[in-house]
């Protein structure tokens, strides 16, 4: 029988006096104390059938501080005990900082700063430190509120720093690279399960790992964040060379790839910062680039190599060291008595580009040929030259689209050969100005292969960020988000406030207010790409998935 009249309206009645669906982005179960999100506002969905909405951060390391012997990094992303035991300081930087050593040997001075975190943070988190925590939970929260939608989270190991550095955490596994990243995988899948954990229940929270393209469409559908496990370390599976002489073999290889696959990794670097048996590195500059040419010679036994570039593409140059520089080096990193760095000032007076003389290793084919039959993401930057000549040519052949370039160590010029294999590339977090004059760069090939763009933040990766910018314009709060749907304020997390022209992006939660200062110094049309960077790393990565 049909429903009455008086009954349909009734019904009617009844559902539109309910009260409104519960919201879901605000977790029932925060801690007490925590950070403030200062967003409000629902996060925006995105229709699978249509191109994905929001920002990709390309390169971003979260498990860092349990990476290098747990103890090069203070402070976590999370703990079960709450903020105060999460964002605290290491030991021995205590009672001032005395002891920060690594502050040392990458930001000069004497390292001194108070050490306490939770709740003054009156020395830090900063964007010239590379020793404190940048990627709290909740500050990554605030930056999903704001419009992010995929996190490359790349687990990060390298054994030479982990065994130079004097203070070690004995429940991280020592320096051997593959068990550092087993324990970091480990501690970022316990910190997705913290966090459902607040939000309500296992699969309710919003930072949620995937392991295909496809999955991360139906997890952005639903308004949150698609987290992407990488890798990148020095010496994967154990593959170092020592003068020269590879020290893995195919079957580590394979069983290594294996492996990370198991763990969720989809996309990889085979060579970082040191010459392996698989690769030759792009060179860093200045005295870290020095740091790390020491480095190098404690892995392999030899310092970098270089030649003179027969191409278009370049490797970064070696700047010169002066020879007091050089001692303090041998000295702080423990050379063997009476070793001699490189002098390479004649080719820097020359002015004429060197590139490594080492390029992609027969093993390093091996390798890259196995990451394609598994279909994971091959990761260009960080790699010489020679080396990425060689890969873009493997997977031309191989009509492989699955190629990253995260954070701009990549030659630029590479950039048209990469859009044309179905590639993604992100540009590091520059200061605005440099990442809008970089963004403008290679804007005419994005348009041509109509691909949105991304940006690497690397925090907690031992680089650098944008510096206060308080010169007109400046970002203005509140502000609203790119998609219009929800209003942006401080973040405030203890008793500290962060303001970008005062701080400059001193940690994740201010990503957004980053962002936004691109868009006040001129930006629009690049922010109007970033929004498009999700949409194109997973079209990357499904070609990859759908590769034959």
């Not at 393209?213 to 559908?221: R, T």
């Not at 010029?413 to 859009?419: A, F, I, Q, V």
């Not at 993604?424 to 440099?434: C, L």
Request: aromatic share 10%.
């Amino acid at each position: 029988m049909a429903p009455s009249v008086i009954t349909i309206v009734v019904l009617f009645l009844t559902f539109s006096s309910a009260a409104p669906a519960e919201s879901w982005w605000d977790p029932p179960s925060r801690p007490t104390p925590d950070s403030f999100i200062n967003v409000t506002g629902s996060p925006f969905l995105s229709n699978q059938a249509s191109p994905i909405k929001g920002f990709i951060d390309a390169h971003n390391h979260p498990t860092s501080s349990w990476a290098f012997g747990g103890r090069l990094l203070c402070g976590h992303p999370f703990s079960p005990l709450g903020i105060s035991a999460a964002l605290k300081d290491c030991p021995e930087h205590y009672p001032n900082g005395s002891l920060a050593l690594f502050d040392f040997l990458t930001k000069g001075g004497d390292g001194i700063h108070d050490p306490v975190g939770w709740p003054t943070f009156s020395s830090w988190p900063s964007h010239d430190s590379q020793t404190h925590q940048q990627n709290y939970y909740a500050w990554i929260e605030r930056s999903w509120r704001a419009g992010l939608r995929v996190m490359v989270a790349d687990l990060v190991a390298n054994g030479v720093i982990c065994s130079i550095y004097p203070f070690k955490d004995p429940a991280v596994g020592g320096c051997n690279e593959m068990a550092s990243i087993r324990y970091q995988a480990s501690k970022i899948y316990a910190m997705e399960a913290y966090i459902d954990g607040i939000f309500g229940g296992t699969g309710k929270g919003f930072f949620r790992i995937v392991k295909s393209a496809a999955q991360a469409k139906e997890i952005i559908a639903q308004g949150k964040l698609s987290v992407v496990l990488g890798v990148e370390m020095s010496e994967p599976f154990g593959c170092k060379q020592f003068l020269d002489i590879p020290q893995c073999s195919t079957s580590q290889i394979d069983k290594g790839l294996d492996e990370l696959y198991g763990l969720g990794v989809r996309s990889m670097f085979l060579c970082h910062k040191f010459d392996n048996a698989l690769c030759g590195v792009r060179f860093d500059e200045g005295t870290t680039g020095a740091a790390i040419n020491a480095g190098q010679f404690l892995s392999t036994g030899t310092f970098w190599t270089t030649e003179k570039c027969t191409g278009a593409q370049a490797d970064n140059p070696i700047s010169p060291v002066s020879a007091q520089q050089k001692q303090e080096l041998v000295a702080k990193l423990g050379l063997p008595k009476g070793v001699k760095m490189p002098d390479y000032t004649k080719a820097a007076v020359e002015g004429s580009p060197q590139c490594n003389v080492r390029g992609l290793t027969t093993l390093g084919e091996y390798a890259l040929r196995g990451m394609i039959k598994r279909k994971m993401m091959v990761e260009i930057d960080h790699m010489s030259v020679k080396a990425t000549g060689r890969v873009l040519d493997i997977l031309q052949a191989e009509k492989y689209p699955g190629v990253i370039s995260s954070h701009s160590w990549m030659d630029l010029d590479w950039t048209g050969r990469l859009y044309q294999l179905g590639g993604f590339i992100a540009q590091y977090m520059h200061g605005s100005e440099d990442f809008i004059a970089e963004a403008a760069r290679t804007a005419e090939l994005r348009r041509q292969h109509d691909v949105g763009y991304g940006f690497g933040t690397d925090m907690n990766g031992l680089g650098s960020w944008p510096a206060p910018r308080n010169s007109s314009p400046v970002v203005t709060y509140p502000f609203t988000s790119f998609d219009g749907g929800s209003t942006i304020n401080r973040v405030t997390t203890g008793q500290r406030t962060w303001d970008f022209p005062t701080d400059g992006a001193a940690h994740y939660g201010l990503v957004p207010d980053w962002i936004e200062d691109i868009r006040v110094v001129g930006g629009q049309s690049v922010v109007d790409e970033l929004f498009r960077g999700a949409d194109s790393y997973l079209k990357t990565w499904g070609a990859s998935e759908n590769h034959t």
